[in-house]
């Protein structure tokens, strides 16, 4: 275990105050495979199309998908015309 | 892992399920003013009314489900970091090990770049430089991670008195927000339209986005604190 970081979102230090016994185990260390890496660049590459995509990779669908997800890319705060 | 990204792909559907409700209702005014601004701006400009690709209800509809994938992508990214880094987030339970790395998440990944290029409504943004603002979006976004990133590993490396560990983790985070703020340039698009409008909108999309991290840390957490179901597959660990 290692010292507590005492940062802007504090809540597991307050927590161990609160609870002196945690119901849940801390988080157990477990191996990230390599597939789950690959999904999380899967997943980053979806965001891209429906957030940012402006017709650099698709050139002819990027239209189509740009203005039926316009509001939601307007939300996110990604750049828009 | 499956336990983990079940969990993290279920918090992000409702944390975009959550943001879209959020922006549905908050923001949908003034997306609909900016839009009316938008349409007077080009009529006395051009005078030509351009036909739009589909209707305010379809794009509503699409901005609902843009907010949804973007929310259930978001979760399973969320899900794969927390993997990775959970075990070393000085957390007593996976909840607070979720709600830790949504607290950081949520500062690196959105407060900050919006700092530096903030949210604008329909009817703001220059056609003619989207690009550029592309690419400084996706800069902000990169060197924050970064940074963050950076500031995690000089605090769990260093080898300082505990104040003074606070105090200079403290301090590089902020510095290197000086120089990511000074480095990048501005947005390069002036903002024509009424500032109490391009704000209402601001903060509906941080507010949105606020709802929608908030759930998905919450979420995961919470799903990975209640029992773990026996996974074959998964057997060496429970997580």
């Not at chain 2, 000085?90 to 949210?119: D, E, I, M, N």
């Given at each position: 275990m290692l010292v507590l970081a005492p940062g802007v979102c504090d809540t597991a230090s307050m927590e161990t105050h609160a609870l002196p016994a945690p119901a849940a185990p801390a988080f157990e260390e477990i191996d990230v495979p390599v597939w789950a890496w690959a999904l999380v660049a899967v997943a980053a590459l979806v965001s891209y199309f429906v957030m940012l995509e402006n017709g650099t990779v698709l050139a002819g669908a990027a239209e189509t998908l740009h203005e039926f997800f316009h509001d939601g890319r307007h939300f996110v705060g990604v750049p828009c015309h | 892992m499956k336990r983990l990204l079940a969990a993290g792909s279920l918090a992000g559907l409702a944390?975009?399920?959550?943001?879209?409700?959020?922006?549905?209702?908050?923001?949908?005014?003034?997306?609909?003013?900016?839009?009316?601004?938008?349409?007077?701006?080009?009529?006395?400009?051009?005078?030509?009314?351009?036909?739009?690709?589909?209707?305010?209800?379809?794009?509503?509809?699409?901005?609902?489900?843009?907010?949804?994938?973007?929310?259930?992508?978001?979760?399973?990214?969320?899900?794969?970091?927390?993997?990775?880094?959970?075990?070393?987030?000085?957390?007593?339970?996976?909840?607070?090990?979720?709600?830790?790395?949504?607290?950081?998440?949520?500062?690196?990944?959105?407060?900050?770049?919006?700092?530096?290029?903030?949210?604008?409504?329909?009817?703001?943004?220059?056609?003619?430089?989207?690009?550029?603002?592309?690419?400084?979006?996706?800069?902000?976004?990169?060197?924050?991670?970064?940074?963050?990133?950076?500031?995690?590993?000089?605090?769990?490396?260093?080898?300082?008195?505990?104040?003074?560990?606070?105090?200079?983790?403290?301090?590089?985070?902020?510095?290197?927000?000086?120089?990511?703020?000074?480095?990048?340039?501005?947005?390069?698009?002036?903002v024509e339209a009424p500032a109490d409008l391009v704000w209402r909108f601001r903060l509906a999309s941080l507010g949105a986005l606020a709802v929608a991290w908030a759930v998905m840390a919450l979420a995961t957490g919470t799903l990975l604190s209640r029992a773990p179901a026996r996974d074959s597959s998964d057997a060496q660990s429970a997580v």
């Open positions: - | 944390a975009g399920a959550a943001s879209a409700l959020f922006a549905a209702t908050a923001g949908r005014g003034p997306i609909r003013d900016a839009i009316a601004l938008e349409d007077s701006l080009s009529h006395a400009t051009s005078g030509a009314h351009h036909e739009d690709l589909f209707t305010r209800g379809t794009q509503e509809i699409g901005g609902a489900v843009g907010l949804i994938v973007f929310g259930l992508a978001l979760g399973v990214i969320f899900a794969v970091v927390l993997g990775a880094v959970g075990p070393r987030l000085a957390a007593p339970t996976p909840l607070a090990a979720s709600v830790r790395l949504g607290c950081v998440g949520f500062v690196a990944v959105v407060v900050v770049p919006f700092l530096k290029y903030p949210a604008n409504p329909p009817a703001v943004g220059d056609p003619s430089t989207v690009n550029e603002r592309t690419m400084l979006y996706f800069a902000v976004l990169a060197l924050s991670i970064l940074l963050a990133w950076a500031v995690w590993r000089f605090h769990r490396t260093a080898r300082l008195a505990p104040a003074a560990q606070t105090w200079a983790t403290a301090a590089l985070y902020a510095a290197g927000l000086v120089v990511i703020f000074l480095a990048l340039p501005a947005s390069p698009d002036t």
